[in-house]
């Protein structure tokens, strides 16, 4: 959630699975609900280095 919104979550509650190609290919999913979001630091970066990735964020 951090890579792609720059927010983090204090929880999370399973919604239940989902099937998001369905009769297209066999692509099962998941849905959580987040809740209590906050901005996310980038102290860390959540292994986004290692996926040759970087935090950056878009004009304000």
Known sequence: ???ETGLR?????SL???HSLDG???AP????L????SPATYDDDGGMAEEGCSPSRGPR
């Open 16 to 18: 239940g699975p989902i």
């Open 29 to 32: 999913g998941h849905v959580f």
């Open 9 to 13: 979550a204090a929880s999370w509650e």
């Open 34 to 37: 987040a809740r209590d979001l």
């Open 24 to 26: 297209v290919a066999d």
């Open 1 to 3: 959630m951090r890579e």
